[in-house]
């Protein structure tokens, strides 16, 4: 099967699961972006339809959340928090030190594919701040240094 | 005999290496032939100690921590699996100073049991509440909330019996019951403490919720950020619908109520609870015009009752104990407990649950033992990226709705961010501006054009040009996105500007007179 057939069936098999929730489209939309790591534009028109929508209000909803990608994630996501406990706590800087160890702004993906960074808005981690989020794992009271551990340890386990 | 231990699986104690202590103490308890029974409780809510490891001795649970992979072996060198001495023993748990002058109701089992547990649940007071509620009238179950003076934990503050009873005397086929998960406030972990650390407590009080008002389906929406609470609280609605918890026919009642977690997106403006249920409804997160109430035309149409997380974890232990009881604690016109948490730049951050009442000063010096970094406070904020920016001369104003309202402050959700003295409040100001321009739904013209106007006013606000013409600009922005905006993301972005600008003048270029006006 080739690639595009592989993730329509993918895409297929998630609507058939869901459609009939209630308010199915959140969960479809998490389901895609689960299994493939971002909603493809592909996917709109199968979605849509399964649920009596148009493509426009499927689109709507994907670019009204932050969390849902229509292009492809790097390999792991660093999810860096910008709200103000992690303010407080230095995560200006620390902001500043991971855009340039990792040479990209927010919202991009390194040239080699390895890491996208996003900004998050608090993830309740306020009481070890500064905080961000790779993978599942919550990392608290982040510095400089334990940034870089963090990135390595992922690059060396790559 | 196997030797008790508590680590918890609460995801900040994780963030500071929780898992690998969990792990090191299995394998080297293994290794040693000591037979263990290791639990992952919830956090106890000692943030600066986590991970702090417990043991269960005769005298109680002798807590460790922070405790580092690397401390462990040292650990059982100095027996700690019969409470040894050794530097990182704290003594017993509940006798630590920041433990024990608390008023744990809501947080009564977090930290203490597993969270996962339906036996533990039901061992420690659990179920009590829905027990008794089965027993009562509808009128009756909503009449010991309003009796026990719970108002909205989420923020609002709004009375949560009031909002009971429309949805009860509200007819209609299907009702819902909505736990607003999405905990978007920085400074604010309680409602994820919960769902980590005692899912049962919500589930328990959704299912009061739904039988009062008749209600028979549930939904959590929680936000994305929180996959730990996710699994926890999934694998809690499972052990519920097995044990006749949840579904059809509770606890041989014939009544049925029926929950589902659903996440969302990371849309800030979703903790707001119109755009929350647009959210579930499967749309864009664009806030709805009220009336109509949720109480009345909620989700698909239909009477809702959205409430927070600690709002309905807070229903159980009311209907167990009875609402005189929950109402006894509190001061004013707020009654009952707040979960506080304390985070930002303070010594000894964490969370207290406390009867309505202590001064912020308290909370900063007694519990929070001032700033982490050593430097002197400069200002906190509290309520979250939508409360007011609180200076020294405001630290004696006690926690009650009514006495953060009269200083034009927000107590809201409880959460308190500490900053030192090296912090620029007009950049602060700058940054509440430009979450509202992120976070901003569109659908209302103040919010929505306000805050990137905001942005750029402040840009020229910080860079010291034409302070006579922006400062005044500022403050009619304010007023536009204060007065016309349709929900309280526009509504209250400026408190924190405005208090930045009122009580840190200096910050903005200007000196305390000028700004007077």
């Known amino acids: 099967m080739t690639e595009s057939g592989t993730m329509q069936s993918i895409v297929q098999e998630i609507i058939a699961t869901l459609k009939d929730k209630p308010g199915a489209l959140l969960p479809i939309l998490h389901g895609v972006q689960n299994a493939l790591g971002y909603v493809p534009a592909e996917s709109v028109p199968d979605i849509a339809a399964a649920l009596n929508l148009s493509r426009a209000e499927v689109h709507g909803v994907i670019s009204f959340y932050h969390y849902f990608r229509d292009t492809p994630p790097g390999k792991q996501t660093i999810y860096l928090c910008r709200a103000e406990s992690c303010q407080a706590m230095g995560g200006r800087q620390l902001e500043e030190h991971a855009k340039s160890k990792l040479g990209i702004d927010f919202h991009e993906t390194t040239a080699d594919g390895k890491f996208s960074l996003e900004p998050v808005y608090c993830l309740g981690n306020c009481a070890c701040s500064p905080a961000m989020q790779i993978g599942k794992d919550i990392y608290g009271r982040v510095t400089a240094d334990s940034f870089d551990a963090a990135i390595n340890n992922i690059e060396a386990s790559a | 005999m196997s030797i008790t231990i ?33 639990i992952r409780n919830g956090s106890r809510g000692m943030y600066w100690l986590e991970p702090l490891v417990e043991v269960a001795t005769d005298k109680g649970r002798v807590a460790y921590g922070p405790v580092q992979p690397g401390d462990v072996s040292g650990l059982f060198d100095a027996n700690f699996t019969q409470g040894g001495a050794h530097a990182l023993n704290l003594g017993l748990t509940e006798e630590l100073d920041y433990f024990k002058k608390q008023q744990r109701l809501t947080f009564a089992r977090i930290g203490k049991t597993d969270p996962i547990s339906l036996t533990d649940y039901v061992a420690n007071d659990g179920y009590r509440g829905l027990k008794n509620a089965l027993a009562m009238t509808q009128a009756d ?4 909330v309003t009796d026990s003076g719970l108002r909205g934990r989420g923020g609002a503050a709004f009375p949560t019996g009031i909002k009971w009873n429309t949805v009860l005397n509200t007819a209609s086929l299907q009702k819902y019951i909505i736990c607003n998960a999405d905990e978007g ?11 980590e650390g005692d899912p049962f407590v919500l589930i328990e009080g959704m299912t009061i919720a739904g039988l009062a008002v008749d209600a028979s389906q549930g939904y959590i929406y929680l936000r994305i950020e929180y996959p730990h609470a996710f699994e926890i609280l999934n694998a809690a609605i499972a052990t519920a619908y097995k044990e006749g918890y949840l579904g059809e026919n509770i606890q041989g009642s014939g009544k049925t109520f029926n929950l ?3 996440q969302g997106a990371g849309a800030y403006v979703c903790g707001e609870e119109t755009s929350l249920m647009e959210s579930l409804e499967g749309k864009r997160g664009l806030v709805r015009f009220k009336p109509p109430l949720p109480a009345i035309s909620g989700l698909f149409g239909q009477p809702t009752i959205v409430n927070n ?11 167990d104990k009875g609402g005189d009881y929950y109402r006894d604690f509190g001061m004013g016109r707020s009654r009952g407990t707040l979960p506080i948490q304390l985070a930002g730049n303070i010594k000894r951050p964490g969370l207290v649950e406390l009867g309505f009442g202590l001064t912020l000063r308290e909370l900063l010096y007694d519990f929070g033992g001032g700033s982490a970094s050593g430097r002197p406070i400069k200002a906190v904020q509290v309520g979250g990226p939508l409360g007011a920016y ?5 630290f004696d104003t006690p926690l009650d709705y009514e006495a953060f309202a009269a200083n ?18 007009a950049e602060m100001a700058r940054y509440s501006m430009e979450f509202c321009k992120i976070e901003s739904c569109g659908k209302c013209t103040p919010c929505r054009i306000g805050s990137t106007r905001g942005v750029e006013v402040m840009d020229d606000i910080i860079n010291g040009r034409n302070l006579d013409k922006n400062i005044p600009l500022l403050r009619d922005l304010c007023d536009t996105l204060l007065n016309g905006s349709l929900c309280a993301l526009g509504g209250m972005t400026p408190y924190p500007v405005l208090s930045a600008l009122n009580h840190f003048p200096e910050d903005f270029g200007i000196n305390a007179k000028a700004t007077a006006a």
């Open chain 2, 6 to 38: 508590y680590v918890p699986c609460d995801s900040s104690a994780a963030s500071m290496g929780a898992d690998r202590v969990a792990i090191a103490i299995a394998e080297e308890a293994a290794k040693r032939g000591i037979d263990i029974k290791l």
């Open chain 2, 141 to 144: 179950i909503v009449k010991a």
């Open chain 2, 185 to 195: 406030d920085s400074g604010t972990f309680s409602d994820r403490m919960v769902m």
């Open chain 2, 260 to 262: 589902e977690v659903r």
């Open chain 2, 309 to 319: 997380v600690i709002s309905l974890a807070s229903v159980p232990v009311i209907l």
């Open chain 2, 390 to 394: 609180l200076p020294e001369a405001q």
């Open chain 2, 408 to 425: 034009w402050t927000v107590l809201g959700h409880g959460g308190i961010v500490v900053f030192d003295d090296t912090v620029n409040m």
